[in-house]
C-alpha cells in the first residue's frame, strides 16, 4: 500500500447534501482558498438524496411563516431540549438557500400565480415545499461543486480526525479501490457524514435494507468522538413510520396535505397530526399494539386526480423503485391502504436530536472542527437544515483557516492507527464484516429498540463493549472489504454511545424516541437539560448534563403542548 499525503485549507469530510453546500461556500467566502470534498463514494449520487428529494419539510418563507413560529414549532415537538440560537439559523437562513438553489435549476412547487406552493403538516405554520422534479438535486449540486472549483476526491473513506494540541489539524483514511493510505492536512475540518442509519437490523434482515442512506454507518459520530469532540442526546433515536417491507416512509408528509392520512385497521384515524416526530410514533406504536394494527396510509377516498398527482411525486423522487414495489405485490392506491410498519432505530439530528454537538456557527467543542447535517445535533433540522449549517460551516470553516497554519501529525500515532486500519487485510480468511454486523446490530434490536427498559440495556452495553473483541477477529480481502470493516467499528462505537447515553436519562422524552418502561414520565425538575458525552483524557467515555441554552423565542412548555392522539 502507496501512503499520499494532501494538503488543504478547509476540509469537507462527506459529500451529501451538507458537504456540497460546505464546499461551495467555503470557496465563495475565499475563491483563492483551497477546498477539498472526500467521499467514500462519489458525490454525483452519494448521501441522503442521492437519488433526489421529493420536498423540502421545513421552508421558512416569509409570508406563509416565520423563523420565531418555526424555533416556537421545533422546541415544542422537541419536548423543549433545544438549542434555539441553532435551530433560528435554519428559520433566517432556509429561504436564501431555497433561492440559491432556485437559481442554479432546483424546481419547487408553485401554483397559478407563480407563488411558492407551500403545503401545511406542522402544528403552526406552513414549512412543506413539493419538489416534483427534485430527482435531479444532487446532480445539480456537483456541477455547482466543480464550476466553484472545489476539489473532490472521491472513494477515500476518512477514519480519523486528526488532532493536535486540541484542535483539529486534518485526518486520515484510505482508498476503498487501491487501498492507499491516506493523511491529509487542514487548517479546519468539516464533518459531513450523515446519520448513523446502521444502527438497528431493519424488519426485512437485510443489512443495507435501512431506511437511512445505508453508507451512513455513524462515521462523523464516531470520528467526532474519538477526537474528543462532545455530543448530545444520543439517547434520542431516530424512528419512522415505513412501509411494511420497504426501506421508505409510507410519506404521510407528502400525501397528507392532499387530503391522505394514517389510520387503524377499522379505518378510523387515531392521530391529527402527521408531523414526524417521537410522540406521534409512540401513538403508532400504541395503536400497533391495542388490537386494532396493523396501521396505514390511507388514499383510497382521494379523487382520481389527486392520487395520480401523489404517485407522480413519490414514485419518481427518492426511492424510485416504490411504484414497482407497490405493483409487484399488485397494491393500488385507489383501493388498497399502505400498510406502515416502525423501522428499525437510528442516529440521526435531522429526524430527532442525537448528534455532535454543535453552537450556531456549526462549531464543534474542538477548535478547527465543525459539523453540518444529519450528525451535528441541531433537532428537526431536515434536508434544508443540511444546507443552512453546510454554509455556515463552509463560511466559518474558512474564515478559521485563515488564522490558523497547518498542524503536523504525530508520526507514531499514523502508524498506529494504519496498523488498525489494515488489521483486517491480514486475515482474509478471519470472519466475514457481514455476519459481525449481523449479530451487532441484531443486538442493538434486541436491547436498545425503545420502549427501554435498565435491564435489557445494561445487557445490550455489556454485550456492545466486548464486541471489541469481536471486531478483531473480521477479516478482509480488499479494499472494500476493509471498508465495510471500518463502518462495523462505528457502528459499535455508536451503539456503546447510545446504550450510555439513554441509561443516563432516567425519564421518558421525545414520545418513542426514548421511551423508558422503568421511568415512564417525562421529569423536568431533574432532566430539563441535554445529556452530553464525550471521550476523556484516559480514553473512557463520560456523560454529564449541560443546561438548555436560555429561549430567544418564548415557550411556555406548562402548556403549550402537542398531543397528537385523537381519542
Known sequence: MNTQLMQTDVLVIGGGTAGTMAGIKAKQANPNGDVLILEKANIRRSGAIAMGMDGVNTAVIPGHSTPEQYVREVTIANDGIANQKAVYQTGKLGFAVIQELESWGVKFQ??????????????????????????????????????????????????RVLVQDGRAIGAVGFDVRNGDFVVIQAKAVILCTGACGRLGLPASGYLYGTYENPTNAGDGYAMAYHAGAELSNIECFQINPLIKDYNGPACAYVAGPFGAYTANAEGHRFISCDYWSGQMMLEIYKELHSGKGPVHLKMNHLDEDTISEIETILWANERPSRGRFHAGRGENYRTHGVEMN??????????????????????????????????????????????????????????????????????EWLEA??????????????????????????????????????????????QFVRYE?????????????????????????????????SLYRKESRWGLYHY????????????????????????????????????????????????????
Open 417 to 462: 492507527e494504519k496498523a488498525r486500519i489494515y488489521a483486517p487485510l491480514d486475515r482474509p480468511n478471519g470472519v466475514p464484516h457481514t455476519q459481525v454486523e449481523y449479530k451487532l446490530r441484531r443486538l442493538v434490536n434486541d436491547y436498545l429498540q425503545p420502549p427501554k427498559s435498565q435491564h435489557r440495556m445494561e445487557i445490550g452495553l455489556s
Open 110 to 159: 408553485k401554483d397559478a400565480q407563480g407563488n411558492y406552493d407551500l403545503k401545511q403538516v406542522h402544528r403552526v405554520g406552513k414549512y412543506v415545499l413539493p419538489m416534483p422534479e427534485g430527482k435531479d438535486l444532487k446532480t445539480i449540486l456537483t456541477r455547482q461543486v466543480k464550476r466553484h472549483k472545489v476539489r473532490v476526491t472521491n472513494r477515500v473513506m476518512a477514519t
Open 342 to 411: 416502525i423501522s428499525e432505530i437510528g442516529l440521526c439530528s435531522g429526524h430527532s436530536a442525537s448528534g455532535v454537538w454543535v453552537n450556531e456557527r456549526g462549531e464543534t467543542t474542538v477548535p478547527g472542527l465543525y459539523a453540518a447535517g444529519d450528525m451535528a445535533s441541531v433537532p428537526h433540522n431536515y434536508m434544508i437544515g443540511a444546507f443552512v449549517y453546510g454554509r455556515i460551516c463552509g463560511e466559518n470553516g474558512m474564515d478559521y483557516s485563515a488564522r490558523v497554519d497547518h498542524g503536523d501529525p504525530d508520526r
Open 516 to 567: 423508558r418502561l422503568d421511568y415512564p414520565e417525562k421529569n423536568n425538575e431533574e432532566w430539563f437539560c441535554n445529556v452530553n458525552l464525550k471521550k476523556d483524557e484516559a480514553g473512557e467515555m463520560v456523560l454529564f448534563k449541560c443546561p438548555v441554552d436560555p429561549y430567544i423565542v418564548s415557550v411556555d412548555l406548562d402548556h403549550e403542548v402537542y398531543d397528537v392522539a385523537v381519542r
Open 469 to 501: 473483541e469481536t471486531l478483531s477477529l473480521m477479516g478482509a480481502r480488499d479494499p472494500h472489504e476493509l471498508m465495510r470493516c471500518m463502518e462495523v467499528h462505528f457502528i459499535r462505537d455508536c451503539a456503546e454511545m447510545a446504550a450510555r447515553a
